[in-house]
């Protein structure tokens, strides 16, 4: 008997210890395959997912009288071919049940994906497959509106791979179901900060300033996890989707042929164009092998008529480069429909710019939230005459003041808009507005009778506008302490999540066109200082012509290079002064009746450079200069009678290349109500040396 319970005794010792050793090995096991190859933050989660399959689908089953509405999660995992920036297509066929298993709906939704950067600040997520880490495409995800389909009870979904690069799809399914708060904005707070971050990156796709509906919507309605239904044997802990919120999820729906979104979209009557900053070389590919497209250089001062570019085929099929190009404007153009992707010579991606707009019409109007005694910046466009009315409302929602306006309807011909399926739709042109609002303004409200796109922008009245200005590269972000601060700033619109649920609230592709060909004739007064600032100097200046103006005739101010084989003229002529530049820091001016021939001689072959005012193109000009004392304001006043259009400051610094600070204030009485004309107040200029406009000072002994 004693033997009997020995035996059992270590019988059961041994079925311990064989538990024991394999809880211990199977934790081993886990945790090697599920961690990450790349530690993220603590913010990081862990998503169960499934893969989808090209031949047996995955059924999920749900509440129809509890779920709103379905969202679809997908994540393409690619195979080592793929790189970086290249977009690969797959398709996700969803079918949804009646509870008699009749199909309801069967349709197919089309993706594009592109691999996640794997870098630390940029990898957002990555799957671990058999202790390995799978290269995992930025998310994608679509919704289905089970409202809209009351009977349904199931969901199926089938993979259709479009390209062979595509080693897998995980899936996720989530479904909005009513979530029991008696009061939503209160129990908003009492959650934690991080769970309200997840609720309003889930829900709006990014942190903003909330509205109380995208608060409440965030509490009464939750995204339940629902799992497939029929499929045994599914390990949930073999197939983990690693990721950092805010979930990047990007929607298209491909229904007709796919646009990649990087690329650049030109056809009749619709161009792009590319900021040229430093000189450089365009590296650009096309399609398939469709034609190629029509480049333009635009000098954007015009001093230089526009160009021609041209270009050669590279090694790589259907790859071009154009030649060395100077800063400017490139445009691009074709006539039949054209997509063509952009680098720099050294491979960096050219990047277009988006404008974000509301669709208004006669049943859908935009509101504003402003701050009392700012200025607003309305940005319209529409394809047809339309007739817009701005109204601004005090806190007590009373009506302050009321504006009308019409706008032409004018498509634009280089901004469009992107459509979640990637086509590009015409949009009208440009059309900005600007008002000034009261002390008791609170809000504003636009309505339209036709669709109009409207975008907002404001800024204080007292806010200070800063710029730098340099007809050259800038290498550094700040230089000596100044940075640029953007004159307005876009505005979210009060009732944004209702316009961006119906999708009415959309990015528009915006390019900037060539600069307006003005032939008006202009004319710029010279403004005596002597009562306000002393005389310091005067400056010879480089003052080209823009390209399409006629050349003005000179006057004796006007000085071109000296040409020794044309005669001098005559001592009683205006017209008979020379500049001579010994070198960078020493220059002359006399008269030629002044001095010898013997000594002009001997000054021509003294002097690095000569100036004359008798012949020849002249577009050097002679001017008075005026010592602006640092930090202490000069006040210059117009009679408003003869109020001038624009001022222009010229200003000049000897003996040093650092750049200038230039503080500009000014005070008016502006024009009231809805205009389309607006000045800055406070403006502060840093001015960088140009070598485009080159200038001297003809006495450098006054160098101030």
Known sequence: MYLIKRFFA????????LTALFAWNSFLIWLDSAEPVNPQTSKETRSKVQWLSSTKPLTYTFSNQRTHSLRILSNAVFDQSVTLEQPVNYAIKYTLYNDKKEVIVDKVYHHASKLVNNSQDQQIKQIIENKQSLNVASG?????????????????????????????VVVRVHAKTPDQNVDPLNSWLKRPVDRRKRATDYLTMGENTLTNTEITNAMAFWWQKIAPQGIPGIDFKSDILY???????????????????????????LCASITLDKSDRLNFTVSNDQETPSLIWYDKLQFEAPKVINYTLTDKENTYQTQPLEPGLITICSE???????????????????????????????????????????????????????????????????????????ISGFDR?????????????????????????????????????????????????????????????????????????????????????????????????PPDVEQTTTYYQSKELFNLLPLSNVALGLSPNRYYEEQQPAEEFNFGL????????????????????????????????????ADQQQLVNEASVIYQNWYGHRPWVKQRLYQLVKNKPAKLSYD?????????????????????????????????????????????FQLHNSKLLKSFLIHPKKVK
Not at 243 to 267: C, G, M
Not at 574 to 583: P, V
């Open 10 to 17: 270590i019988l059961v010792l041994i079925i311990v210890l």
């Open 140 to 168: 994608q995800s679509f919704y289905l509106p089970i409202k809209h389909y009351p009977q349904a009870k199931s969901l199926a979904l089938t993979l259709i791979p479009e390209e062979k690069t595509i080693q897998g």
């Open 640 to 684: 408003k009678k003869k109020r001038p259009i624009s001022i222009v400051f010229k200003v000049f610094r000897a003996q040093s290349n650092e750049p200038v600070t230039l503080n500009i204030s000014h005070s008016a009485k502006y024009k009231l109500g809805l205009t389309s004309e607006y000045s800055i107040a406070k403006q502060s």
């Open 243 to 269: 990721e950092s919120l805010p979930y990047n999820v990007l929607t298209y729906d491909f229904s007709q042929q796919q646009h990649s979104l990087a690329a650049y979209y030109t056809k009749h009557g």
């Open 417 to 513: 808009l992107i459509a979640d399926n990637t086509q590009r739709q015409a949009v009208g042109m440009l059309t900005p507005y600007y008002l000034r609002t009261g002390k008791e303004t609170k809000y504003v409200k636009i309505t339209a009778n036709n669709d109009v796109y409207v975008r907002l922008k404001s800024r204080l009245a007292s806010f200070h506008y800063q710029r730098r200005i340099a007809h050259q590269p800038i290498l550094t972000e700040s230089t000596n302490g100044f940075y640029d601060i953007a004159a307005w700033y876009e505005q979210k619109a009060r009732n944004h999540y209702d316009l961006s649920q119906r999708d009415l609230f959309v990015n528009i592709r915006t390019f900037a066109p």
């Open 336 to 410: 039949q429909e054209l997509l063509t992707q952009w680098r720099t010579e050294s491979g960096t991606a050219i990047l277009t710019s988006y404008a974000g707009s509301y669709l208004i019409n006669a049943q859908e109007h935009v509101e504003f939230d402003v701050v009392p005694l700012s200025h607003l910046n309305l940005e319209l466009r529409a394809l047809e005459t339309s007739q817009l009315n701005i109204s601004l409302y005090d806190e007590n929602q009373i009506q302050i003041d009321r504006y009308s306006i019409t706008i032409k309807g004018e």
């Open 562 to 597: 000296y040409d020794k084989n044309q005669a001098i003229p005559s001592a009683s002529s205006n017209d008979n002064r020379l500049i001579s530049r010994l070198n960078s820091n020493s220059a002359k001016e006399l008269k030629t009746d002044d001095i010898s021939f």
